[in-house]
């Protein structure tokens, strides 16, 4: 499986961004899809996750409510719709996928797309 992820950009405190996870391969729509996030001189954290069938989802505590995960099997592409940007929520984001359930753990996760920056300027 290869995961590309795309739509960071540069935007401004309160404004909206989505990100796509595009995934080849076969069997997308068996991996769950999980999003994670690293600033410089930190762990890469996570954000957010969606199971396999898109009926589970779950968020870290500082994204809910502004943070939404989706996915598009048909199309083999994950999202994140990401609303109300804070300068705290630059970082370069990741995309990663596994089999079984969605989980927090990056560790968990075996496929991992190449990463994309956001940039929130306050």
């Known amino acids: 499986v290869q995961l590309q992820a795309s739509g960071g950009g540069l935007v401004q405190a309160g404004g909206s961004l989505r990100l796509s996870c595009a995934a080849s391969?076969?069997?997308?729509?068996?991996?769950?899809v999980g999003w994670f996030r690293q600033s410089p001189g930190t762990d890469r954290e996570f954000v957010a996750a969606?199971?396999?069938?898109?009926?589970?989802?779950s968020y870290t505590d500082s994204v809910k409510g502004r943070f939404t995960v989706s996915r598009d099997n048909s199309r083999t592409t994950g999202y994140l719709q990401m609303t109300d940007l804070k300068p705290i929520d630059s970082a370069v984001y990741y995309c990663?996928?596994?089999?079984?359930?969605?989980?927090?753990?990056?560790?968990?996760?075996?496929?991992w797309g190449q990463g994309t920056q956001v940039t929130v300027s306050s």
């Open positions: 990663a996928a596994k089999f079984g359930a969605d989980s927090r753990n990056r560790h968990a996760y075996v496929w």
């Open positions: 391969g076969r069997s997308f729509e068996s991996y769950a």
């Open positions: 969606i199971s396999f069938n898109g009926v589970t989802t």
